[in-house]
């Protein structure tokens, strides 16, 4: 088996959309970013493609590539997922992280999970995502941002006795 973590952050914005998780939020303000700035999804890819060495995503979809102005997150999920798989590799579980003050996320959390357990092929047991405040402290606190920790664990999918390489 093998872990990854992924971390990301984007400041909130006037004008954008507030995409969590494949989710369009109402709220005053979205993220801001070169894609939908889904910053649950962002750090959910750099999980997988941490576990599996396969970089980042900013190696993967650079900001400076215009194809992916605007993309949804949710297609790059896809994208990372059939990375993965590439190397043989399948999701054993994800646990997730929000970090944002406002607006509350609890009843929007199982559409995330749903939207996410559909892009990466998986049952929604597979798939954790938790929402804090972090009590009014830092960019987050201030409301300027949101941030997103996420574990990611995959196996080997073809021999699951051998998951440890060395």
């Known amino acids: 088996m093998k872990i990854g973590i992924g971390f990301d952050v984007h400041r909130l914005e006037a004008n954008r959309k507030l995409v969590?998780?494949?989710v369009t939020i109402p709220h005053h303000k979205g993220l801001a970013g070169h894609s939908d700035a889904d910053v649950l999804v962002h750090a959910m890819?750099?999980?997988?493609l941490g576990a599996a060495a396969l970089g980042d995503i900013g190696q993967h979809?650079?900001?400076c590539d215009e194809s992916y102005k605007n993309i949804d997150s949710m297609k790059l999920l896809e994208r990372v997922i059939h990375l993965?798989?590439?190397?043989?590799?399948?999701?054993?579980?994800?646990?997730?992280?929000?970090?944002a003050e406002k607006p509350k996320l609890a009843s929007h959390i199982p559409d995330m999970r749903e939207n996410?357990?559909?892009?990466m092929k998986v049952?929604?047991?597979?798939?954790n995502i938790k929402a804090?405040?972090?009590?009014?402290?830092?960019?987050?606190?201030?409301?300027e941002g949101m941030?997103?920790?996420?574990?990611?664990?995959?196996?080997?999918?073809?021999n699951s006795n051998s998951d440890v390489s060395p």
């Open 20 to 22: 969590l998780g494949g």
């Open 45 to 48: 890819m750099d999980a997988l």
């Open 61 to 63: 979809f650079p900001d």
């Open 84 to 99: 993965i798989e590439k190397k043989d590799l399948i999701v054993v579980n994800i646990d997730a992280v929000i970090m």
């Open 116 to 119: 996410i357990r559909k892009a």
């Open 123 to 127: 049952n929604c047991d597979q798939i």
């Open 132 to 143: 804090t405040t972090t009590e009014k402290l830092g960019f987050v606190g201030r409301e």
């Open 147 to 158: 941030a997103a920790q996420v574990v990611a664990l995959v196996k080997n999918a073809t």
